[in-house]
Every structure is written in structure tokens, then in C-alpha cells.
């Protein structure tokens, strides 16, 4: 099944960005592991997945401690500040830094460690309340700022679409997002990874501009 999945994913995704101009090389397709037990993660490592996503700390620490250390782990989910300290050495690339004062705890961290850490800035695309993020008018500043702290690297941004029937109801904010991470330009800040697209929405994410997408249920099969 997760073999047909993947198989299914693939074709989508070639299908996607051939309407864009770009080769499905370009694209990392993070599987989103949570409630996935590590047996499972182990399958689609041998299926050629080598990027993972969790969102709980709590969570994935004993999943990755018992899987193969050459799995990339993206962490996805709002990130609280006392778990900054057990992220920074196993996750690859934050997606979900959104706010200042996180940056300053992963600052602190990183620093301790002796280590810079990749990160993504999340902007909250929908303006939704109950999203995380950083708003639309305040991603400039906050880039700016973050060029101050030597133990953070930002490599991109991420978005979290409102979630619809119809993902043609979400392209403008992808597109936003894109031309967001396309305009900045400033030195230290490298805007290498657009982070947008989930199972739902992948398609359009990537015609808009994506080159990271997270997938879980069409991968795994539904959560509940
Ligand atoms: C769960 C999750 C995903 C994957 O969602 P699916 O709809 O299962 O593909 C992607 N991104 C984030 C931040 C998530 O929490």
C-alpha cells in the first residue's frame, strides 16, 4: 500500500511541476510521520524516503532513537521553547520558527552547542488565529533581526494553508508566499526552501512555486 502510495505521489508530483518548468529533482518530499510507527518509517526509508517530518517532540525522540541515523528529520510543529534544547541535535531543518522569542531560545541552544541551526520562518499565509506564524507585514523585520544571530541560519520560508475542499481556494496564498520568498533579499538570508503543501494541496503548492512539501495522509493512510 504505502508502495502504491508513494508510486501515486511521484506521478502527481512529476505531473506538477512539469506545468512549472521544473524537474521533480528539485523537489523534497518530507513524509510526514506522525502517529507512523517506526516500522512503518522503516518501509518507506526502503522505498527511498530519506526526509521525515514530526511536529511533536515528544513523540518523534523515541522514534528517531531507534531508526537509522542517516534519516533527515524535519521538525514541523509549533516548537515551545523548553524543547528547544532536545530538537536542535536531531532535527535537520526547523520549518516552524515563528515568533522572535523562539529564535532567541534556539539562539541560546545553538550557541551552548556549538552550532547553527537551520530554520524556515513560518508565516501564518491565512491569517488565522488559530495558526502559528508570523504575520504577512512582519516577515521583513523579522528576517532582518534574525540576520543578528550568528547561531541561526534562515534557508527558506513555510506556509500552512487554511484548510478547504478546494485547494484552488488556496492557491493565492501560495502564490503570495512565493512571490514573498522570491522579492527578499538580504545578506546572511539564503531563500533556498519554499515549504507549502500538504496532502490535500501538494498539486497546487507546487505549481505556485513549493519545493519542499510535507505529506502524510495520502502517504500513511488517515491518521484518525
Ligand atoms: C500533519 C502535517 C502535515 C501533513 O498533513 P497531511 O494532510 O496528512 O498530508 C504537513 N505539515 C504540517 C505542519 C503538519 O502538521
Not at 512549472?20 to 522503516?42: M, W, Y
Not at 516548537?79 to 528547544?84: D, E, G
Not at 532536545?86 to 523562539?102: A, C, E, G, N, Y
Not at 501560495?174 to 514573498?180: D, E, G, P
Request: glycine share 6%; with cysteine.
Amino acid at each position: 500500500m504505502l508502495k502504491n502510495n508513494l508510486a501515486l505521489i511521484r506521478e502527481r508530483i512529476n505531473k506538477a511541476v512539469s506545468r512549472r518548468n521544473t524537474a521533480p529533482e528539485n523537489i523534497t518530499l518530507v513524509a510526514v510521520t506522525k502517529t507512523v510507527p517506526p516500522r512503518v518509517i522503516n518501509e518507506a526509508l526502503e522505498l527511498g524516503i530519506n526526509n521525515f517530518g514530526e511536529n511533536r517532540v515528544q513523540d518523534a525522540l523515541p522514534k528517531i532513537e531507534c531508526l537509522p541515523a542517516e534519516i533527515n528529520w524535519h521538525f514541523i510543529g509549533h516548537l515551545q521553547t523548553n524543547k528547544v534544547r532536545q530538537v536542535l541535535p536531531v532535527f535537520k531543518l526547523i520549518h516552524s520558527l515563528d515568533s522572535i522569542k523562539l529564535a532567541g531560545a534556539i539562539q541560546k541552544e545553538a550557541e551552548k552547542k556549538n552550532m547553527v541551526a537551520n530554520v524556515l520562518l513560518q508565516v501564518n499565509i491565512g491569517e488565522e488565529k488559530s495558526k502559528y506564524g508570523f504575520r504577512w507585514e512582519e516577515v521583513q523585520d523579522a528576517l532582518v533581526e534574525l540576520t543578528q544571530l550568528n547561531h541561526i541560519k534562515v534557508l527558506g520560508l513555510m506556509g500552512i494553508a487554511p484548510f478547504v475542499e478546494d485547494p484552488e481556494e488556496v492557491r493565492p496564498y501560495f502564490r503570495r508566499l512565493y512571490s514573498l520568498f522570491k522579492a527578499i533579499n538580504l545578506p546572511g538570508v539564503e531563500m533556498k526552501y519554499l515549504s507549502m503543501g500538504m496532502s490535500n494541496d501538494f498539486e497546487v503548492a507546487l505549481e505556485e512555486g513549493a519545493n519542499v512539501i510535507r505529506v502524510g495522509t495520502s502517504l500513511f493512510g488517515s491518521r484518525s
